[in-house]
Structure formats: structure tokens, C-alpha cells
């Protein structure tokens, strides 16, 4: 009597939730985030480990959706948490991890949650990353789109610290969902491969949604800043792309390209995201992490 009580309301609590993923025509092949994206998923959210002793326990949603900070924040204490894993909630396992312990994203600072716009994010400062399995990559000159939700605070270089990046080195690598600093104050949002860049300029704010979509022909490929689109991208510049893990933070844990600052959200999308879905996924965004689109 008392489990069927609780199955009753534990339905009714998901039912009430609907999670963006399930909103949404495109199907995911990864995604991560500090809000639940799927109505019925029931994993963690994040593998977290806390530096006084190096334990880890994984943190979960409330039922409402939100990351149980609560429970975070009690297991962390006053000492500072790093994440581990960042689970991938598009039923792929597709998981974000890191095992080395200076490269692991920042969760919690002396016993206070970092914050995207009153939201938790996990932080990077130039040499944090998380390694994305190959398995969540549309590789080449396929369809496929990126998003992000993230707060640029500085770069490590004056070219393109990176979101999500993959790929080797130049000239093979893509840089997606990037800010570029132009200038103080002015940010440019580029998706980048060969040199190639799909840019968007005159950006005053360095907090925002993100959206990249590949087209398998021309216009190849558009980035999206808060609802505006940037400049298209050459064809030619998605076929070298190498067969590699992808990394949330960018540069694969070097400096150059790599984020500083927030990210609360990536969600990759195994086909070109039509304007609707984008709509609907970059507003549900808007409306949860406190940010202004067009």
C-alpha cells in the first residue's frame, strides 16, 4: 500500500516535469546538463568529488528537475568539488568524464556552488576539460547540431576558447560553439574547422545560449547566439574532421582554445535541428537559466 503510494506520486511528480529532450523532433546522442532533459530519466546527474579525502558520490535531481544542490553541498562541505563524470542523459551512456584530478571541472568553491545566472555550472579555468566518447560525435560532412548554455569569463588565447571541441590539431580539428573576445566587453560567436569560421559579431554579453547546425550543403553551417544567426560556413572545411572523443571545456586540456568560465548545458543532436526545435530548445533555456534571446 505504501509502495503503491509512492509509485503514484513519484509518476505524478514526473508527469507534471516535462523534460526538454522529449519536446523536441531531433534525437540526441549525448547530452549533459544541471536539469533533468528527460521527463522519465531517473540517473545522476553528476559524478562529483570532493577534495578533503577524494571521495565521490553522484548527486541526482529533485523531482521537480533541478540538481539536488542540497545533497551536493552536504557531501562537498566547506572543501571545494570537482566533477568526474557528467552523465549522458540521451540514454546513450554516452558519458562526459574526467580522471585526472587537476583537469576536472570545478562544481563547488569552499563549500559554494558555482553559478551560471543562479543556476549551478560546472567551471573551468584553462585547463579543466571533460573527454565526450567518439559514440556521441557526428562525424564529417553529416548533418548533426550543438548547443550550449555558457558564461565566457576570459580566454587562455586571443583565437577560440572553446566550448565543445574535437579533433586533432589543426587543420583537422573542429572548434564548435565558441566566443571569440574581440575586444573588452564585445564577444563573437564562431564555429570553427580549417580555419573556417561561421561568426557572429557584436555580441555585449558574454552569458548565453549557443547553437550550432550542419547542413549537408550550402548553407553548410550556422551558428546561433541567443536566437541570432551568424555568417554561414564553407562545405569544404567538415570533411578532414578525425574519428576522436570529443571535450566539454575545449583543446583537450591544454591551454590554447581552452574555456574559462561556466557551462551548464551541452546537448548534441544527431541531425540538423530544424528552426522549430531550435526555438523550442533555446527558449526552454532562456526561460531556465535567466537569459534574453531574440
Known sequence: MHLSGLSHGLTRSFSEYQGILDRLSAVSTAAYSVRRLRTYYVGA???VRRDSDNATQDIGFLLGGDLDVASLLSFVGTANGFVTTWYDQSNNANHATQTTLASQ??????????????????????????????????????????????????????????????????PTEWRLLTLNPTSPGVFSALMASDWNDS??????????????????????????????????????????????????????????????????????????????DRQTLESSQAAYYGITIA
Not at 567518439?134 to 577560440?160: C, E, F, I, K, M
Open 199 to 276: 561568426v557572429l559579431t557584436n555580441i555585449t554579453t558574454s552569458t548565453g545560449i549557443l547553437t550550432g547546425v550542419v547542413y549537408s550543403a550550402y548553407p553548410f553551417a550556422n551558428i546561433y547566439y541567443n536566437g541570432t544567426v551568424g555568417a554561414t560556413l564553407p562545405t569544404v572545411a567538415f570533411n578532414t574532421v578525425n574519428n576522436t572523443n570529443g571535450f566539454i571545456g575545449g583543446a583537450g586540456g591544454t591551454t590554447a582554445n581552452s574555456w574559462i568560465g561556466g557551462i551548464s548545458e551541452v546537448i548534441v543532436l544527431g541531425s540538423a535541428v530544424d528552426t522549430g
Open 45 to 47: 546527474a553528476l559524478n
Open 105 to 170: 571541472p570545478q562544481i563547488v568553491s569552499g563549500g559554494t556552488a558555482r553559478l551560471l545566472n543562479a543556476r549551478p555550472c560546472t567551471y573551468y579555468s584553462g585547463v579543466q576539460n571533460l573527454s565526450v566518447p567518439s559514440a556521441a560525435l557526428v562525424l564529417g560532412a553529416t548533418p548533426q547540431s550543438y548547443n550550449a548554455v555558457a558564461r565566457l569569463d576570459g580566454a587562455t588565447d586571443n583565437v577560440h576558447p572553446s566550448v565543445f571541441e574535437y579533433g586533432t590539431p589543426t
